[in-house]
C-alpha cells in the first residue's frame, strides 16, 4: 500500500505527484491542509526518529508498506528505485554525480530563497492580523521550522533576507541557463529527477521574481516543455487548486555558515 | 586515473578518502592546507573554480559534492558496496547523510572554529587574512570564512549550535538501538560521512557525546574507528585530528 500525503502542487508537494505521474504508480493521495496544522495532527501517522525531524520543514509524507519518508528529492529517488516505470535516474556515473550535486543545491541554496520569497509574498499576507497558534508551533520539533511559522504571521522579513533570496535565485537560473546549453534537460539529452526537482521549485519564479527570469531564454523553453508533459499537467491538477504556484509553507533554512 | 584534493582527514575532506580507502582503490594523494587558504589561489581554482575541498578528478572529469564522491567511487569501483541495496535503506541513507551535512556537520564545525581555528588564525598578519578572504570564489564561501576567521558568531548562533549537537546526539543514539550502523545492517556511506563530521565531539564537546549520556553514539564511533579503511585515512592525519582519533580509540566503553 503506497500513501501520500500532501498539500498543493506546488513546491516540495509536487514533485512526488510528477513521479508517481511519469512512472503510472498507483497512490492512495491524502491531502492535508498545512495552514491549519493537519501535519502534525491526528490524522497523520505517527512520526519516525527520522519524519520526525524534517530538514525540508513543511513538506510531504509517503508511506510505503508502513515504511514514512519526508523529503521530497529522496522520496523521488526512492519511487523510482523501487517502482518500474519511466527511468528517472541517470546510469552514467557522472550525471549521476550532477544529479546529487543539482538535488543539494536546490536543497540547500534554491529552495530556501524561493520560499522566503513566497512566504514573504503569499503566506504572511493571509495570516496578518490572526494569533499564531503557540501551543502547536511550541511543539514542532526543528527551530527554524518554528521560527518560520512564527516569522510568517508576523510578516516579519529582513531586507537583507530577501536580497539574498533574489540573489540566490539569479545564481539558480545562471546555473539551469548553463546547463541547458547542453540539451533540453537539466542533465543533458535526458529528462530526469534533476528536471523535475528544479522545476517544482521554478513554477513559482514567473510569479516571485519575473524580473529575474528574463534574459534566461532556455529556462524559459525548458519550463514550457515542462508544463507539456502529461504528467506534469495531471500532477498540477490534483485538488483543484486554482494558483498553485502561490501556496507557500515554512520550509528549509538557509545554509547558516559554510 | 583518480586524483583527490583534500585537507586533513576531517568533515568533507575525509569522505572521498574513506570511500576509496573502503574499496580499495588506488588514487593520487595532493594535500591542500585549508588554513593556509591553497584552496583559493589559481594552481587550485584550475582544478576546481569554486575553491572549495575536497575535490574529485577522475580522468579528467571533476566530481562534484564530498557526500556524492562517496557514491560515484560506489558506483565505478569493485568492491564491497557503499550504499545499501534496499530502496528504504538508501531513502535512510540519503536522510542521515543529510542531517549530519546541514544540520550537524555545520553546528560542530562552527564550535569548532570558534573555539580552536579562529584563535589560531587570527594570530596571522590581518593584511593577509582580508586578501585571502577576498579571493575566496563563493560568495557563500567567503562570508562563512569571514565569521569563522573573525569570531563574529552571535552567542545566540553558538547557543543554538550547542542545542543542535545536545538533540542530534541523542537522535543518533536512538537510531543505534536497533541497529549498528545508522541507515541498514551494513556499514554505508551514512556511516563514513557521519563518523568524519562528528568523530572529535567527545574531545570537543564532552557534554554533548558521552559513554553515559550516548553510550551508543560512542560505541558506534568507536565501530566505524577500528574499520581498517578509517584507521588508514586517519594515520594521514596530523595534530589535533590524529590526537583526537587516538584518543577515541584508545578510550573504552563503560
Redesign the interface.
Known amino acids: 500500500m503506497l500513501e501520500l500525503y500532501h498539500w498543493a502542487p506546488n513546491g516540495p508537494w509536487l514533485k512526488p505527484l510528477i513521479v508517481l505521474a511519469e512512472k503510472g504508480i498507483a497512490c492512495t493521495l491524502h491531502k492535508v491542509d498545512v495552514l491549519t496544522f493537519e501535519q502534525y495532527g491526528p490524522a497523520m501517522p505517527a512520526p519516525t526518529?527520522?519524519t520526525r525531524?524534517n530538514?525540508e520543514g513543511e513538506g510531504p509524507l509517503l508511506v510505503?508498506d508502513g515504511?514514512q519518508?519526508?523529503?521530497s528529492f529522496?522520496?523521488s529517488?526512492?519511487l523510482d528505485?523501487?517502482f518500474d516505470g519511466l527511468p528517472l535516474r541517470p546510469s552514467h556515473?557522472?550525471t549521476?554525480?550532477?544529479m546529487?550535486?543539482w538535488a543539494?543545491f536546490i536543497?540547500?541554496?534554491f529552495m530556501p530563497a524561493a520560499n522566503t520569497l513566497g512566504c514573504t509574498r503569499y503566506l504572511a499576507p493571509t495570516l496578518a492580523n490572526k494569533t499564531p497558534p503557540t501551543d502547536l508551533i511550541d511543539r514542532i520539533p526543528l527551530?527554524f521550522v518554528r521560527a518560520g511559522w512564527m516569522r510568517a504571521y508576523s510578516g516579519d522579513y529582513p531586507e537583507e533576507m530577501l536580497a539574498e533570496s533574489r540573489?540566490k535565485i539569479a545564481l539558480a537560473l545562471q546555473r539551469a541557463e548553463a546547463a541547458l546549453a547542453n540539451g533540453p534537460w537539466l542533465l543533458g539529452d535526458r529528462y530526469s529527477l534533476t528536471d523535475i526537482d528544479a522545476f517544482a521549485i521554478c513554477r513559482s519564479l514567473p510569479v516571485l521574481t519575473p524580473d529575474l527570469m528574463e534574459g534566461h531564454p532556455r529556462c524559459s523553453e525548458w519550463m514550457a516543455r515542462m508544463e507539456e508533459r502529461p504528467a506534469v499537467r495531471e500532477s498540477l491538477g490534483v485538488g483543484g487548486w486554482e494558483r498553485p504556484e502561490t501556496a507557500f509553507a515554512p520550509g528549509p533554512e538557509h545554509?547558516?555558515?559554510? | 586515473m583518480l586524483d583527490i584534493y583534500h585537507w586533513e582527514p576531517n568533515a568533507n575532506s575525509g569522505k572521498p578518502l574513506l570511500a576509496v580507502m573502503e574499496k580499495g582503490v588506488a588514487y593520487t594523494s595532493h594535500f591542500i592546507d585549508m588554513l593556509a587558504f591553497d584552496q583559493h589561489k589559481p594552481e587550485y581554482l584550475a582544478v576546481n573554480p569554486n575553491g572549495t575541498i575536497p575535490a574529485m578528478v577522475h580522468d579528467g572529469t571533476l566530481i562534484q559534492e564530498s557526500t556524492a564522491m562517496i557514491d560515484y567511487v560506489d558506483m565505478v569501483f569493485e568492491g564491497a558496496p557503499l550504499r545499501p541495496s534496499d530502496p528504504f535503506e538508501l531513502w535512510r541513507m540519503r536522510w542521515w547523510c543529510r542531517f549530519f551535512d546541514e544540520y550537524l556537520g555545520p553546528a560542530a564545525s562552527q564550535l569548532g572554529w570558534s573555539t580552536f581555528v579562529g584563535p589560531m588564525v587570527r594570530q596571522r598578519d590581518p593584511a593577509t587574512l582580508r586578501a585571502a578572504i577576498e579571493r575566496i570564489p563563493l560568495k557563500e564561501r567567503r562570508v562563512a570564512w569571514s565569521k569563522a576567521i573573525y569570531g563574529t558568531f552571535t552567542e545566540e548562533e553558538l547557543a543554538e549550535s550547542r542545542a543542535r549537537l545536545l538533540s542530534g546526539t541523542l537522535a543518533i543514539d536512538a537510531a543505534l538501538a536497533s541497529r549498528d550502523w545508522i541507515a541498514s545492517e551494513d556499514c554505508t556511506a551514512a556511516d563514513l560521512a557521519g563518523f568524519m563530521m562528528l568523530f572529535g565531539l567527545p574531545m570537543m564537546f564532552p557534554d554533548a557525546a558521552n559513554d553515559t549520556r550516548t553510550p551508543r553514539f560512542m560505541g558506534w564511533l568507536r565501530r566505524v574507528g577500528q574499520r581498517p579503511s578509517v584507521r588508514r585515512a586517519l594515520a594521514l592525519g596530523s595534530g589535533r585530528f590524529a590526537e583526537r582519533f587516538a584518543q577515541l580509540l584508545a578510550s573504552k566503553g563503560t
Open positions: 526518529l527520522e525531524l530538514l510505503h515504511r519518508m519526508t523529503e529522496f522520496m529517488e526512492y528505485a523501487a556515473p557522472v549521476f554525480n550532477r546529487l550535486a543539494r536543497n540547500e541554496v527551530s540573489r545554509a547558516r555558515w559554510g
